[in-house]
C-alpha cells in the first residue's frame, strides 16, 4: 500500500514529448481492438492474440510515462559561521587614547588585540580568518577553527614602522577581503560569512577612500569597531626592529611640530553604512560583548537544520520485464504458425 501512495509519473521525456508519445501508443491500441473486432472474421488472429498484442502496447505507453516512487529522506545539514577580523596597523594605532572594558589609557592597538580575543570566545564553534592592513594589507591567518592560532595572531600584532609608513589608506584591505570571501563563498556556500574591521577611521593618505559597498554581497553581516578617542594624542615613533621602540613622536609636515591622531567615528560609521553593517566603539566599560555584536554572535552560532528531500526512483523494469515475456510469446507462436504452414 506504501509504494501505491507514493507511485507517479514522471516521464523521462518530459511530459510533453513522453504525453505526445503515451498519447500516440494509446491511439495504437485502440486502433488494434477496433480492427480485431471488426476484421475478427477475416483474420487468424484470436482473442488472446489481440489482447495479448494490445497489452505490448498499452504496456509501452506506461514504460514512456516511466512510472516511479517518491521517497523521503532527512539530511542533517550543518550551517557554520566564519568571521574575518582585520586589524588597522598603521601607526595611529599606537597612540595611547584608547580604553576596552576595565582598561584605559592603552593603545589603540592593544584595544584591538583585546577584541580580536573576545570575539573568538563569543563565537564558539566558528573559524576565523585574520588580515591586518597600513601601507599594503596581508592575510596573516588563513581561515581555521583554531582559536590558539587567532589568540596568537592577535598577541603577535604591532603598528607597521614609521619609515615604512605612507598615510592611512582605510581601504587598503578592500581587495584582499574580496578575494578571500569570494573564495570563502564559493567553497562553502552555506557558510555565513561576518567581518570585523577594527580602526581609528584616520584617513591620512593622498587618494580618496574607495567604498566598502563592494563587500556587501559577500557578507552575511559587518561590524566596524572603533578605537581611540575623540581628543586624540600624540603618535609615538615605530622602530624597524621589532620588539624594539623608537623615541619621539611622528612630526606634522606642515607645522614640524608632533601630529594629534584622533578617532573618526564620522568615517567608521560611513564604512559600516557602506557596507549594510553596525557601528561600534571600543571603550572603557565597553566590549564586544555587549552590543549589536553580543546579538549577533547569538544569531550566527552554528546550527544544525533538518532538510528534507524528495527522491524519485523510476519503476519501468518491472513492466519491462513483462513486456519482454509478452514479446518472447508473440515471437514463439510466430515461429509455430510459419513452421506450420510451411
Same mark, same amino acid.
Given at each position: 500500500?506504501?509504494? #501505491?501512495?507514493? +507511485?507517479?509519473?514522471?516521464? =523521462? %521525456?518530459?511530459? /510533453?514529448?513522453? @504525453? *505526445? #508519445?503515451?498519447? +500516440?501508443?494509446?491511439?495504437? =491500441? %485502440?486502433?488494434? /481492438?477496433?480492427? @480485431? *473486432? ?305
Amino acid at each position: 500500500m506504501n509504494i #501505491l501512495k507514493s +507511485l507517479t509519473f514522471e516521464p =523521462a %521525456l518530459g511530459w /510533453v514529448a513522453g @504525453g *505526445l #508519445l503515451a498519447g +500516440l501508443l494509446l491511439l495504437l =491500441a %485502440l486502433a488494434l /481492438v477496433i480492427h @480485431g *473486432l471488426h476484421k475478427g472474421r477475416d483474420t487468424d488472429a484470436d482473442r488472446w492474440a489481440l489482447t495479448r498484442r494490445t497489452a505490448m502496447v498499452l504496456i509501452l505507453a506506461l514504460m514512456v510515462l516511466t512510472p516511479s516512487t517518491v521517497s523521503k529522506t532527512t539530511n542533517k545539514a550543518v550551517n557554520a559561521t566564519d568571521v574575518f577580523i582585520a586589524v588597522d596597523v598603521t601607526g595611529s594605532m599606537a597612540v595611547k587614547d584608547a580604553g576596552y572594558g576595565d582598561q584605559e589609557g592603552i593603545s589603540r592597538l592593544e584595544a584591538a588585540r583585546a577584541a580580536a580575543h573576545d570575539l573568538t570566545r563569543i563565537y564558539p564553534d566558528a573559524s576565523f580568518s585574520a588580515l591586518s592592513f597600513g601601507a599594503s594589507a596581508s592575510v596573516d591567518l588563513p581561515l581555521t577553527p583554531d582559536v590558539r592560532a587567532v589568540d596568537n595572531w592577535a598577541r603577535g600584532l604591532a603598528t607597521e614602522p614609521t619609515s615604512r609608513s605612507a598615510g592611512s589608506s582605510l581601504d587598503a584591505p578592500l581587495d584582499r577581503l574580496s578575494l578571500v570571501m569570494k573564495q570563502t563563498r564559493d567553497r562553502h556556500p552555506d557558510d555565513r560569512i561576518l567581518l570585523y574591521l577594527i580602526s581609528d577611521g584616520e584617513q591620512t593618505g593622498p587618494d580618496e577612500r574607495r567604498s566598502f559597498s563592494v563587500l556587501r554581497e559577500g557578507l552575511d553581516d559587518a561590524f566596524v569597531l572603533g578605537t581611540g578617542s575623540a581628543k586624540g594624542g600624540m603618535v609615538p615613533m615605530s622602530s624597524d626592529v621589532a620588539g624594539s621602540d623608537a623615541d619621539g613622536w611622528v612630526t606634522d609636515p606642515k607645522t614640524g611640530q608632533p601630529g594629534i591622531s584622533s578617532m573618526d567615528p564620522k568615517t567608521l560609521k560611513a564604512m559600516a553604512d557602506e557596507m549594510s553593517g553596525h557601528y561600534q566603539a571600543l571603550a572603557k566599560g565597553a566590549t564586544v560583548r555587549e552590543g549589536a555584536t553580543a546579538t549577533a554572535s547569538k544569531r550566527y552560532r552554528v546550527t544544525r537544520v533538518d532538510q528534507v528531500r524528495q527522491h524519485v526512483t523510476p519503476l519501468v523494469w518491472p513492466l519491462a520485464l513483462v513486456e519482454l515475456a509478452l514479446i518472447l510469446i508473440e515471437a514463439g507462436l510466430w515461429v509455430h504458425t510459419s513452421r506450420r504452414l510451411l
